[in-house]
């Protein structure tokens, strides 16, 4: 069973940074995709970025050039470097493997207040 561990999240002020971690139980390489999604209770999980085994990465409009994903093969882990924090990006983030099917971490808060 694969398990996705996040962590990092947190209280950070309007233009601050954070980086989230996402520990798997298993070889990155396994994947065919990386990703972080987020949800604001009540509506629908985003894709926030993702990244492919071949390292391709993509991102929400959003988010583009203030958010960065990145992999650490030898720890098993992806990251997501979030700068320029705004309100907006007030939610609960959830990290996502893909191979056959979604698995899917517990999710970690961020909120953006001032």
């Known amino acids: 069973q694969v398990q996705l561990v996040e962590s990092g999240g947190g209280l950070v002020q309007p233009g601050g940074s954070l980086r989230l971690s996402c520990a798997a139980s298993?070889?990155?390489?396994?994947?065919?995709?990386m990703g972080w999604y987020r949800q604001v209770p009540g509506t629908e999980r985003e894709l926030v970025a993702r990244?492919?085994?071949?390292?391709?990465?993509m991102y929400a409009d959003s988010v583009k050039g203030r958010f960065t994903i990145s992999r650490d093969s030898a720890k098993n882990t992806v990251y997501l470097q979030m700068n320029s924090l705004k309100s907006d990006d007030t939610a609960d983030y959830y990290c996502?493997?893909?191979?056959?099917?979604?698995?899917w971490g517990q999710g970690t808060q961020v909120t953006v207040t001032s």
């Open positions: 996502n493997a893909y191979i056959f099917r979604d698995y």
């Open positions: 298993e070889s990155l390489a396994r994947f065919r995709s």
């Open positions: 990244i492919t085994n071949f390292g391709a990465t």
